[in-house]
Each structure stands twice: as C-alpha cells, then as structure tokens.
C-alpha cells in the first residue's frame, strides 16, 4: 500500500522558536494531504489541508499564522509551528488519500514537546 | 452536519474470544464510505477494514469484519479470535464521496488480556 512518511518523529524545541514537520508520500503523488493534531487520549482534529501549489485550507479555530503549511511539490507537505509555546505541543499527524479508494494513508506522526 | 459516535471508551477482550466495537453516524448523504483505523502503541493508524455505503454486502478483512446497517447509520466492526497485537486505539472514520474531510470518532481502546 501506499507510504507516507513523516519527520521527525518527535521534537523538543524552546518556547518562542519555530518547528517545522515534514509529511513526504514515497510511492505515489498527493495533490492534497492533511494535518491533524491529537492531543492525548482524544480523536484526530483536523487542522488544515494542504494542496499542492495552492493555499492551505485551514479549519475553523486554527490560526493560519500559526501553523503554516507549505505543499510545493506531490509529494512533500511541511508544517511549521511558529513561534511554539508550551500549549502548542501535542502529536501532530499528515495523511494524504489513495486515489480512488478514498483511503487515508498516514504518517507515523510527530511528537512536538515546547519547553 | 456529519458526525461520528463511538459510545465505548474502553474495552477489553480475552485473547482468541470475539469482540465488538460500536459505531454510529450522522449523515444526509446517500454515498460515503465508512472505515475503521487501528493505531498501536507505535501511533502511526493504520487501516483495518473499509465499507463504501452503496455496497450491502458487509466487508471482510481475515479476522476482521463488519456490520453495516445504513438505515440505522451503524457500522460496527467484529474482531474474531483476537489476538494480543489487537490491542490498540480504534477510529471509526466517515468521508462522504467526492470530499476530503474525514470525520473521526473519539475511538475505543481495545485491551486484550492474555
């Protein structure tokens, strides 16, 4: 099946600087991934999605400036926190869908932790 | 608006019994699908079976299958002879064709008890 990685897997950063996350799909190409946040214990919340060569759509409640979502190429999705503060860290997870199955293909996810 | 509801936070099941995980819907589309993700200890979900509604027949994946009513928008996944390795959170998920917003239940985590 389809791959989709995702780096690093976790991260410790201090307060006030910037955290970028990489989502790549290996063997296939996504025009559109996602991003979701978990925190621990609950579902995934989706935060935004990312489409290639275009603006990120972003869910109601999720500050843009915040979390920005960089899709430049089919197969690679950044996420960056910026200016992450302690309420920022939680289990941030991409995904992109299979074409055809509608089958959501996720990365292993990234454990985010700002001191 | 879609929802997805899972009413059981937690289960646990002998290893090698039977064991069910409940899920209902909320939808005023005719066509979607509807899955059920596992996600381990390791975190990365994975998936476990999948059902596209305009199907009857439930879906089948080895140990794992389902139980799809639609008119009561349940979807409800069986796991057979469970297996130590079943243990993990599971998702119930809804997409409606031809969108990409993915709506996820709260999850039950499923023990299994040797």
């Known amino acids: 099946g389809a791959v989709v990685s995702q780096h690093p897997s976790w991260v410790i950063c201090k307060s006030g600087t910037s955290v970028k996350i990489e989502c790549r799909s290996l063997d296939f190409q996504a025009t559109t991934m996602f991003w979701y946040r978990q925190f621990p214990k609950q579902s995934l919340m989706l935060m935004a999605t990312s489409n290639e060569g275009s603006k990120a759509t972003y869910e109601q409640g999720v500050e843009k400036d915040k979390f920005l979502i960089n899709h430049a190429s089919l197969t690679l999705s950044t996420l960056t926190v910026t200016s992450a503060h302690p309420e920022d860290s939680s289990f941030y997870i991409c995904s992109a869908r299979g074409l055809g199955t509608g089958e959501l293909f996720f990365g292993e996810g990234s454990r985010l932790t700002v001191l | 608006a879609q929802t997805v509801t899972q009413s059981q936070p937690e289960m646990s099941v002998q290893e090698a019994e039977t064991v069910t995980l409940s899920c209902t819907y909320d939808?005023?589309?005719?066509?979607?699908?509807l899955f059920w993700y596992k996600q381990p200890p390791s975190r990365q979900m994975i998936l476990v079976i999948r059902q596209e509604a305009y199907k009857q027949q439930n879906a089948t994946e080895n140990r794992f299958s389902v139980n799809f009513q639609k008119a009561a928008k349940s979807f409800s996944l069986k796991i057979s002879d469970s297996q130590l390795g079943d243990a993990a959170m599971y998702f119930c998920?809804?997409?409606?064709?031809?969108?990409?917003?993915?709506?996820f239940g709260t999850g039950t985590r499923l023990k299994v008890l040797a």
């Open positions: 998920a809804y997409v409606a064709s031809g969108t990409y917003k993915y709506i």
């Open positions: 939808t005023s589309e005719s066509d979607y699908y």
